[in-house]
Structure formats: structure tokens, C-alpha cells
């Protein structure tokens, strides 16, 4: 295999572009919005289909949307980061994502929401990427291992977050405007951002290369392909059409793979370059990180249906359940760092029993006590599930950058968001539409389907219990 060239940097080198706290809570704060805003809007569709008279498709779309151009463009945000500079690129996401933010807020109808839905999606792309790429960059031995623990703690309260805020917003039902505020929120903080936007440090990668135009192309279809009908196939009955695009989702994945290889061995440096992908701690990370990621999506899809449709609470009720998990994930993430330093990839393995734990309590509470399940008699089990995965989720994302260098830090960092955003996005559509049916009368009903779905929750915990063990150790 030939190895590509490097190319002359005109960056400062680590030392001389150190990142200060201020530009690291920056970045988190653009790291923020747009996690948090995939997880936001699912406490508001019941509202958005009333206000504005979405189908069941378009109301798919409001999310799906979002989700597919994330996924599809990551890997490409962070490419471009690596080429232009970090912080521009970063910039220009942000400022983008503020006005598409506008744009879904004062949306007047379903066909425009999902529009404005898609270019959020893909102007927070563009930003996510250099916040991991702009650490790696810029930080080194202690300071970077806190800034990963705290981009983790970050992501992962951003997920949990959502919903609680998108409850509490709902029923403010501020100046009579509905869910319009769930998406407008994100302006004031987007402009903020931009204030503080200077306290970042500029970095580029040392290897500048030139666009990977067939690996973006082959990776945005294999996407399309694949998230599409699973998200939308059970909503319109599986036409024809549905099962074309899953039949060539593989073979546009295997185009890739044979594309990136031939890229790599040109001497030039691919979108998702084998030999990167190759890295023990990308590898195994990776491995590791999807099927967490996808029950992890399930989970917080299936917990917001039961609650509201099932138990009949309403978004704040909702959102005040979930309270206990956010509380405990933080709890975790911020003590994950001394607890890595001493017991290593071991705490992925503790973080995954105790998450187990967690989501066994759940099965047996809802079963147990239906339909009288109190906000009180969950706390028990949203604690524990959040304990775990806080310990999981920060370490995760140390595992899987730990030995990246810094000038793959966009190669790196994309193809982890990527893993995560499209293992969500799966999670959502394959477990989310398995719960969907067996929750109806006639199959299993909500409880059931509940315990159902959690159940194979649970069985990927155990997996990723086993596994965790042939992680490389991020110390």
C-alpha cells in the first residue's frame, strides 16, 4: 500500500495554539445544539400534527430529515474542517444552523418545517465535526483526556436534555406560540455562540487534501438507501420502492469500501481512509459504539411514546421522568475521567452492568405497576440506566480517539459522530418501529412491547459487558 504524501502544514503546531477554557466551552456549547436538537422535537410531534395537520409521513420526516443529512455529511464536515480550518468551518455551521434554527421555528407549514429541518441537519454537520477535530488538535495527555471526558458528558446530557426541555417548553406554551419555541430557542444561544467564537484557536490538518468526491457521493447514498425506508416503511406500508433502496444500500457500501481502498492506494487520502479506520481504537471503538448507540436511540424514542401515549403523561410529566437520568448521567460523566485514569477501558465494562441493571429495574416497574407507573416509582430505574451510560458514553469517546493523531483528527472524530448520529437513526427506525407494532391492542399492547423492546436493551449491555474487555486501554 502506497502511503499518501504529506503535505506542508501552515499551522501552528500543538503548542502554539492551545486550547483555553473559554474556547473549550465554546465548543461544547456548539456541540450542544445540535445533539440536543435531535432529541428535542420528539416530545412536540403529537403538537406539530395538530397545529399544522402533518401526515404520519411528514411528521417521520420532521426527524428523519434532520437525522439522514447529519449522518450523510459528517464525515464531510470534518474532511472539510481538516482542509479550510476548524474554526471557519465552524463559524459558518454555526451561523447556518442559527438561521435554519429561525427558519423551523417560524415554519407555516408541514412541507417547509421538514425543509428547514433537513438544512439544520446539514449545517450542523458542518459544525459538530470541529469540535472534536479542534480538541484533538490542541490539546494533549491530561487536558485533552478532560476536554474528550467532558464533550462525552456534554453529548451525552444533550440527548437526554432534549426532551425534558422540549416538555418544559410545550407546556410553558410561551406567548401562545406552541412548539415553535423548541426550535427559536436555539437563536439566542447560536448568537451567543458567535460572540464567543474568537476564543477558539484556528487548526487545520497538517495533510490538507482535495475532496473525496465518490467517497462522499457512495457514502451519502449507502445512507439514503438504508435510513430512508427504515424510517419510513412501516408509516406507508413497504411499497416496492422501500425494498430497492434496502437491496442497494449493501451494494453502494461495498462500492465504497473498494473506492476508499483505491483511493489509499493512489497515494491520496480518502473520505474514510482504510488505514485510519484500521487503528485498533477506531476499529474496536466503533464496533463497540454502534449497537450501543442504536439501543441507545431505542430507548430514549420508546421511553417518550410510552410515557406520553401509554402512561398518559403529559410533555412536562415526561420530561420531569427522564429528570433522574439526566441528573445521574452527569453525575457519572464528570467522575468517569479519574475513574479511566485508574481503572481504564474497565470502566466501559462496569458502565454497561449498571446500565443493564438499570434497564431490568425498568422492565420490572412498568410491568409490575401499569398502568399506575408513577414519575416517582421510575426514579430508580432512570437513575441507574443514566449512572451507566454516563460512564459508557464519556469513555467511549476516549477509546475511540485515544490514539489518534492529530492530523487524521477529522477522519477520527467524523467517523465516530457519524457512528453514533446513523446507529441512533437505526435504533430509532428498527427498534422504534418494532415497539410502534407490537404496541398495538391487537399484537401486544404498550406494556408489553415496552418490556419487549428493553429487553433487547439489556442483551446489548451484556454484549458490550463481554466485548468491552478487548478495547485498547485509553491510558
Given amino acids: 500500500m502506497t502511503t499518501p504524501t504529506l503535505r506542508r502544514t501552515t499551522t501552528a503546531p500543538v503548542d502554539a495554539a492551545r486550547l483555553t477554557t473559554a ?26 400534527d395538530r397545529t399544522l395537520n402533518a401526515s404520519a409521513t411528514m411528521l417521520e420526516l420532521v426527524v428523519a ?18 482542509t479550510y480550518g476548524r474554526k471557519r468551518l465552524f463559524k459558518f455551521g454555526l451561523v447556518s444552523f442559527t438561521i435554519t434554527s429561525l427558519a423551523c421555528g417560524l415554519a407555516p407549514t408541514a412541507g417547509v418545517l421538514v425543509a428547514a429541518r433537513i438544512a439544520q441537519g446539514a449545517a450542523a454537520a458542518l459544525m459538530l465535526p470541529q469540535v ?9 495527555d491530561e487536558h485533552r483526556s478532560r476536554a474528550l471526558g467532558l464533550y462525552g458528558a456534554n453529548a451525552g446530557m444533550a440527548m437526554i436534555l432534549g426532551q425534558l ?31 464567543l467564537v474568537r476564543r477558539i484557536p484556528e487548526t487545520r490538518s ?44 449493501p451494494v453502494l457500501f461495498a462500492a465504497l469500501v473498494m473506492v476508499e481502498r483505491r483511493i489509499e492506494r493512489a497515494g491520496r487520502i480518502a473520505l474514510l481512509p482504510p488505514s485510519v479506520l484500521r487503528m485498533p481504537s477506531i ?33 412536562l410529566a415526561a420530561g420531569l421522568a427522564i429528570a433522574p437520568m439526566a441528573v445521574s448521567f452527569l453525575v457519572a460523566s464528570l467522575i468517569s475521567s479519574r475513574l479511566v485514569s485508574r481503572f481504564g477501558r474497565g470502566v466501559i465494562t462496569v458502565g454497561a452492568a449498571i446500565q443493564g441493571t438499570g434497564v431490568v429495574i425498568a422492565i420490572a416497574t412498568i ?13 430508580p430505574a432512570m437513575v441507574v440506566t443514566g449512572f451507566g451510560q454516563g460512564l459508557m458514553v464519556t469513555t467511549l469517546f476516549r477509546v475511540v480517539l485515544s490514539r489518534v493523531p492529530a492530523e487524521s483528527a477529522g477522519v477520527g472524530s467524523g467517523s465516530l459522530v457519524t457512528v453514533q448520529q446513523v446507529s441512533i437513526a437505526l435504533g430509532v427506525a428498527t427498534l422504534g418501529s418494532l415497539f410502534l407494532w407490537l404496541s398495538e391492542p391487537d399484537v401486544l399492547g404498550m406494556r ?21 474487555r478487548r478495547l485498547p486501554d485509553p491510558r
Fill in 165 to 195: 426541555l422540549g416538555g418544559v417548553l410545550l407546556a410553558a406554551d410561551i406567548a401562545g406560540m406552541s412548539w415553535r419555541p423548541i426550535f427559536l430557542v436555539n437563536v439566542p444561544i447560536g448568537l451567543l455562540g458567535l460572540v
Fill in 206 to 249: 497538517a495533510n490538507p487534501a482535495t475532496l473525496d468526491l465518490a467517497g462522499t457521493a457512495l457514502l451519502g447514498l449507502g445512507l439514503f438507501t438504508l435510513l430512508v425506508p427504515l424510517t419510513e416503511g412501516r408509516t406507508i406500508g413497504w411499497p416496492l420502492w422501500t425494498w430497492l433502496l434496502l437491496a442497494a444500500s
Fill in 23 to 48: 474556547g473549550l466551552i465554546t465548543l461544547l456549547l456548539g456541540a450542544f445544539l445540535p445533539i440536543l436538537d435531535f432529541f428535542i422535537v420528539n416530545v412536540a410531534l403529537p403538537t406539530i
Fill in 132 to 140: 472534536l477535530s479542534t480538541i484533538q488538535a490542541t490539546t494533549t
Fill in 448 to 468: 408489553d412491547a415496552f418490556a419487549t423492546v428493553m429487553a433487547v436493551q439489556a442483551v446489548v449491555a451484556v454484549m458490550v459487558c463481554l466485548f468491552s
Fill in 367 to 379: 410491568l409490575v405497576a401499569w398502568p399506575d407507573v408513577t414519575v416517582l416509582s421510575l426514579a
Fill in 283 to 315: 476499529k474496536r471503538g466503533l464496533l463497540l459504539s454502534g449497537p450501543f448507540f442504536l439501543a441507545y436511540g431505542a430507548f430514549t424514542f420508546v421511553a417518550a411514546i410510552t410515557l406520553q401515549d401509554g402512561l398518559r403523561y403529559g410533555p
Fill in 65 to 82: 430529515g434532520y437525522g439522514i443529512a447529519y449522518g450523510v455529511l459528517l464525515v464531510l464536515g470534518g474532511r472539510l474542517g481538516d
